[in-house]
């Protein structure tokens, strides 16, 4: 039989050998076999760790700089003119743009029901000045009859606290006419000072709730130059520094100005900060919404401002991750500090203008690690 299994002296392996070998179809499955698993691939590697970080691209901020900033000219003092009481509109008598006086009617309310309570709290102070004329007399009566012992102490003393009661219920009518005198006073809305409406907040015929605002007014006891301005500006200027302002339109009308108020807290959308300059005698072509333009000398020493939460340290030495832009990869580079607050550091040396700095994420980092760049909010 040809395909029969045979044994001889070199044992039952060989044997098993040999009945493989008879079967050709066997034999090159078994070939298919192994050369399929010699043509796997390798197991692919993982791919790189990479982590997202924020960054920052530097630049060179030379010390004794001037710096041009744009903004626009605003009242000092904006007020919103309301009623104190409520009641129906019947008239608004200014309108955006118009210049307002001292003591002007800005606008009314119907003032029947003030007017009505106005007259019955003059009837009650007729009434309770007749009762303390009334008793006043029985007091000056009585008291001369109590000269001549014909009434008692005691009565005279019960006469005496009537005459006192009715003078307290005159005084008591007297406020109450007051009160209904400035009610009916509150329906005229009236400004207290010149200025411009820049806003109003209701039309003839609404009814209005105390304290609403009906106009708002730019009051022209000053003016100021609003700038928005970078942090870095704004930490790197001096205490009280000399700010030239002049037209946008027209650079030869020029005032001088002093910075009167400075934002604590950055735009959320922009992360500049608002700072209000007063200005000097401000001529009148500087209308409240023009665009003017801020000059100002900027002291210090040079250097590279960045954000301290940029900061860590490479062998007790400061130092920060800068990012290659081919790439985007991190290496730790140590940098000198020239002075530093709590949201600023100023490198003297380590960095130069154009390159790319981790701010926020550096714990998390390595040399060579692969990151993916989010721009920081300047």
């Known amino acids: ?89 019947t008239e608004r008598r200014v309108d955006v743009g118009q210049r307002v006086k001292p003591g002007q009617v800005i606008a009314t309310l119907n003032p029947d029901n003030e007017e009505s309570g106005v007259q019955g709290a003059r009837a009650n102070v007729a009434a309770a000045r007749a009762q303390m004329i009334e008793a006043r007399n029985n007091y000056e009566r009585h008291k001369e009859l109590l000269a001549q012992n014909f009434i008692s102490k005691a009565r005279f003393d019960q006469i005496a606290a009537t005459f006192t009661a009715a003078q307290s219920q005159l005084t008591a009518a007297q406020s109450q006419l007051d009160i209904s005198s400035n009610r009916l006073g509150y329906t005229r809305l009236v400004a207290d000072s010149s200025g411009t409406v820049t806003a109003v907040g209701a039309e003839p015929g609404e009814v209005v709730q105390p304290g609403r605002m009906i106009v708002q007014i730019a009051r022209e006891d000053g003016r100021d130059a609003v700038f928005a301005v970078p942090p870095r500006i704004k930490d790197a200027a001096p205490a009280n520094p000399e700010i030239v302002v002049s037209l946008t339109s027209d650079p030869q009308v020029i005032v001088q100005g002093r910075v009167r108020e400075v934002s604590p807290r950055a735009d959320p959308a922009t992360g500049t900060f608002a700072v209000r300059v007063g200005l000097i005698d401000p001529p009148a072509a500087m209308r409240l919404g023009s665009t003017v333009t801020g000059r100002m000398k900027i002291g210090g020493e040079a250097g590279i401002p960045i954000p301290v939460s940029a900061m860590t340290r490479d062998g007790g030495q400061p130092a920060v991750w800068v990012v290659d832009a081919a790439s985007n990869t991190v290496s730790l580079r140590r940098v000198e500090v020239l002075r530093n607050d709590p949201a600023t550091a100023l490198i003297g040396d380590g960095l130069k203008d154009g390159d790319m700095v981790v701010t926020a994420g550096v714990q998390m980092l390595r040399p060579g690690q692969t990151v993916r760049l989010i721009a920081s909010p300047k």
Not at 9 to 16: D, I, L, Q, S, Y
Not at 48 to 73: A, H, I, S
């Open 1 to 89: 039989m040809p395909n029969s299994l045979t044994f001889d002296a070199r044992g039952p392996a060989f044997g098993r050998v040999r009945a493989i070998s008879r079967a050709p179809g066997l034999g090159i499955a078994l070939a298919a076999l192994l050369l399929a698993a010699g043509c796997r691939p390798a197991a692919e590697p993982p791919p790189p760790d990479v982590r997202p970080v924020r960054y920052l691209k530097v630049e060179m901020f030379p010390g004794g700089q001037e710096v041009t900033m744009t903004g626009n000219v605003q009242a000092q003092t904006e007020v919103n003119l309301s009623f104190r009481i409520d009641g129906r509109v």
